[in-house]
């Protein structure tokens, strides 16, 4: 058998319209997953099941809030209803810039809904599903979860949580042939990025996408494509004996910065 080969497998991944998530629809289907891209932007997830298609891959949108349990277990009932929920990947969350006195209460709730909670909900919505023949969920955490960044106050609140959530669900779900891992990026350059520069660094981005690229150790921005190897050999046949493991893809960030 081919590895890191997802074939026949049915694989859930939130936020696949942009950045990552995007990459990881991508990945998967070209790994041979029917990709059900799980994305709120009906337009961006339409947008990557088009180019999965178009280049012979399997795939579906589905519009999904992944802060309503509702929106989310309609979802995934109907993708169980006429198959099997091989792989769950939570991907879908945002961003916030402040410290403790710089996030409000409506800050830290927005960033809870969709970080935490949305995790949550994706969770609990495919495991009763996966409980019938085991299967893989892959949380994407961050740097932020294990090492003190500066003014990511609820960020790193809310993948700090991602994280743990991912310890529980390994330990707690053992026995019924699920495992349960999360990814820790550094620095990744997507769209969101250079939106990012753009909006607080106007006249500045050559600059300022420098100084943060040399804020990873090995001189650069992640790719991508990178986070998604690595998600699928994570959610692959080969990665069976891993469960239960934070894998920070930081460029030496935690490790070499600390």
Known sequence: MEKFSLTGKNALITGAGSGIGRSIAKTFAEAGAFVHALELNAEAGASVVAEITEAGGLAEHHTCDVTSQVSVRSVADSIAGAGNIDILVNNAGIAHVGNLEGTSEEDLDRIYSVNVKGVYNGMFACIRHMKKRGGVILNLASVASSVGITDRFAYSMSKGAVLTMTLSVAKDYLGDNIRCNCI????????????????????????????????????????????????????????????????????GFIKLNT
């Open 184 to 251: 820790s990026p550094g620095r990744v350059h997507t769209p969101f990025v250079d939106g990012f520069i753009a909006k607080n660094y106007p006249g500045k981005e050559e600059e300022m996408f420098e100084k943060l690229s040399a804020t990873q150790p090995i001189g650069r921005m992640g790719k991508p494509e990178e986070i998604a190897d690595l998600a699928l050999f994570l959610c692959s046949d080969q990665a069976a004996f891993i469960t239960g493991t934070d894998y920070p893809i930081d460029g």
